[in-house]
């Protein structure tokens, strides 16, 4: 059993930036899919960024409607993935879950959640 702990969120103003951490337990698997998710109040589950990872390398995405303005990222000595959100906007208000889908890739059915951190952009 995989565990995920998520941390980084907090209160910012739009244009600011914040990192997100996502902390997993050990794990050995491939290949092995991780990603951030995210849920506004009243909204559904809205896939955010994520990583890609097999036997021919790591491989990151990110979708269009963040424009580019986050990256992902993974430190493997310390088993975390990380979200760089940059100029932040209040439409990025949510809660951001981590999320681990094992012998699978990013668009599938994800195996291990965190418990989210939530994000608050707001002037």
């Known amino acids: 059993q995989v565990q995920l702990e998520e941390s980084g969120g907090g209160l910012a103003q739009p244009g600011e930036s914040l990192r997100l951490s996502c902390a997993a337990s050990?794990?050995?698997?491939?290949?092995?899919?991780m990603s951030w998710v995210r849920q506004a109040a009243g909204g559904g589950l809205e896939w955010v960024a994520g990583?890609?990872?097999?036997?021919?390398?790591?491989?990151?995405y990110s979708a269009d409607s963040i424009q580019g303005r986050f990256t992902v990222s993974r430190d493997n000595a310390k088993n975390t993935l990380y979200l760089e959100m940059d100029n932040l906007e209040p439409q990025d208000t949510a809660l951001y879950y981590c999320?681990?889908?094992?012998?699978?890739?990013?668009?599938?059915?994800?195996?291990?959640w965190g418990q989210g951190t939530q994000v608050t952009v707001s002037s």
């Open positions: 990583l890609y990872s097999d036997h021919t390398g790591t491989y990151d």
């Open positions: 999320a681990l889908v094992q012998n699978g890739g990013i668009a599938d059915q994800y195996d291990y």
């Open positions: 050990e794990f050995s698997f491939r290949p092995y899919a």
